[in-house]
């Protein structure tokens, strides 16, 4: 939690003349800017490198960054765009896509983001992903399907109970009616 001497050393890293790509200099203080609330500091970090050689684990920086500048319809332009391009790890890309729509209160198109997430994660690393799994009962719970949301975070708190937010959400369905499955926006 030393950001400040983080970012010195990277501004430090930043400046060094070498042949090698420093994508990854950038994309940190980026991230280090963000922990700092310095969105327009991450901002000019990313701007450093041109649009068309940003990888994908650039892209999602860059998008976490037009969130915290609540350009959600940028941010959501640029998953899409690092979706093409990312065989390994699009998940994570998908996952922040749940968030964002999430945020926008398009708890479908959310749901969608996070299965897909899931699903893909499943099929290319035969693993389960907790934050699809989250998210999905998140959703669940926005669209008014309480059995379903709580199914969903059950199976998560039996994988994962130390989930972040887990026992808020779990929670918030103990506290819930037993309203019918209905839907939201």
Same mark, same amino acid.
């Given at each position: ?8 050393? %990277? ?7 070498? @042949? /090698? !790509? ?13 922990? &700092? ?10 701007? +450093? ?6 990888? !994908? ?6 998008? #976490?960054? %037009? ?11 640029? %998953? ?17 896509? =749940? ?6 209160? @398009?708890? /479908?198109?959310? &749901? ?9 994660? /499943? ?7 907790? #934050?699809?799994?989250?998210? +999905?009962?998140? @959703?669940?719970? /926005? ?6 949301? &709580? ?8 994988? @994962?109970?130390?989930? !972040?937010?887990?026992? &808020? ?10 309203? =019918? ?5």
């Amino acid at each position: 939690n030393k950001f400040q001497k983080a970012r010195d050393a %990277l501004d430090f890293a930043a400046r060094c003349e070498c @042949n /090698r !790509p420093i994508d990854f200099v950038y994309e940190l203080l980026a991230r280090t800017c963000l922990a &700092m609330e310095d969105i327009q500091g991450a901002a000019d970090a990313i701007d +450093q490198v041109p649009e068309k050689k940003r990888r !994908p684990y650039y892209r999602w920086t860059e998008a #976490d960054v %037009l969130c915290a500048k609540r350009e959600f319809h940028a941010a959501r332009r640029v %998953l899409l765009t690092c979706l093409d391009r990312d065989r390994r790890s699009r998940h994570r890309a998908l996952i922040r896509l =749940s968030r964002i729509e999430y945020l926008c209160t @398009n708890f /479908r198109k959310s &749901m969608e983001y996070a299965e897909a997430a899931g699903t893909f994660f /499943r099929e290319t690393w035969g693993g389960f992903l907790d #934050d699809a799994q989250f998210w +999905q009962a998140l @959703n669940a719970y /926005r669209l008014r399907d309480r059995e379903r949301a &709580m199914e969903l975070a059950e199976d998560l708190r039996a994988r @994962n109970p130390r989930y !972040p937010k887990l026992a &808020m959400l779990l929670a918030r369905l103990s506290g819930a009616g037993h309203g =019918s499955k209905g839907e939201e926006k």
